[in-house]
C-alpha cells in the first residue's frame, strides 16, 4: 500500500464546492442596503467567513420617465487638488434613483452543511434583510445559472 505515495494521482483532491446565492433587491432605500452590508462584514469578521461569504452590491439606474430630461453626463476634465477629490466623490456618489440589489454567495464545503444551512435561514432572517425579499438561489434552480453569470460580472 505504501508503494503508491510517490506516484501522481489521478484524481483531484479538492472537491467542488457548489454555491447558494441569497439575492436581496433594496430598492431605493440606501440605508438598509448599508445596514446589510456592514452586518455582513460583521459577521465575516466574527465567524472568519472570509471566502465563504462573499456579497456584491449592484445599482440598477432606474429609467427615466417620458417626462424628465436625462441627467448630464460627468465631464472628462481632470481636476487638481481637493477639487479632484471633490468630483469624484460627486461622481461616484450613487445616486437616489438607483435601485439597489445586494448578491451574496455562500460557499462551503461538503463537510460544513449544517453551517451552510444554519445561513442560509439566519440571513434572511435578520433585520435589514428581512424587508428586502430574500431569495434562495441554489444549483440546479432554473436562475441559477443567471445568478452565478450576474455575480461573477459585478465588480
Known amino acids: 500500500m505504501l508503494q503508491f505515495l510517490d506516484l ?5 483532491q479538492t472537491e467542488f464546492m457548489a454555491h447558494i446565492y441569497l439575492t436581496f433587491d433594496f430598492a431605493k432605500d440606501e440605508d438598509r442596503a448599508q445596514q446589510a452590508r456592514h452586518k455582513l462584514e460583521g459577521w465575516k469578521q466574527a465567524f472568519r467567513l472570509d471566502k465563504k461569504l462573499l456579497y456584491k452590491v449592484e445599482r440598477v439606474a432606474a429609467a ?3 417626462g424628465e430630461a436625462k441627467p448630464p453626463k ?3 476634465s ?7 477629490a471633490a468630483a469624484t466623490a460627486a461622481v461616484e456618489a450613487p445616486s ?3 435601485d439597489i440589489k445586494l448578491l451574496v454567495r455562500l460557499a462551503f464545503s461538503g463537510h460544513e452543511k449544517l453551517s451552510e444551512q444554519r445561513w442560509v435561514q439566519r440571513i434572511p432572517s435578520e433585520e435589514p434583510f428581512q424587508g428586502a ?3 434562495v438561489v441554489k444549483p440546479g434552480d432554473a436562475s441559477f445559472e443567471s445568478t452565478e453569470k450576474q455575480f461573477e460580472e459585478l465588480a
Not at 501522481?8 to 483531484?12: L, T
Not at 481632470?78 to 479632484?84: D, E, Q, R, S, Y
Open 78 to 84: 481632470k481636476p487638481k487638488g481637493k477639487a479632484k
Open 64 to 66: 427615466p420617465s417620458d
Open 96 to 98: 437616489s434613483n438607483d
Open 74 to 76: 460627468a465631464e472628462k
Open 133 to 135: 425579499s430574500p431569495a
Open 8 to 12: 501522481a494521482s489521478s484524481e483531484s
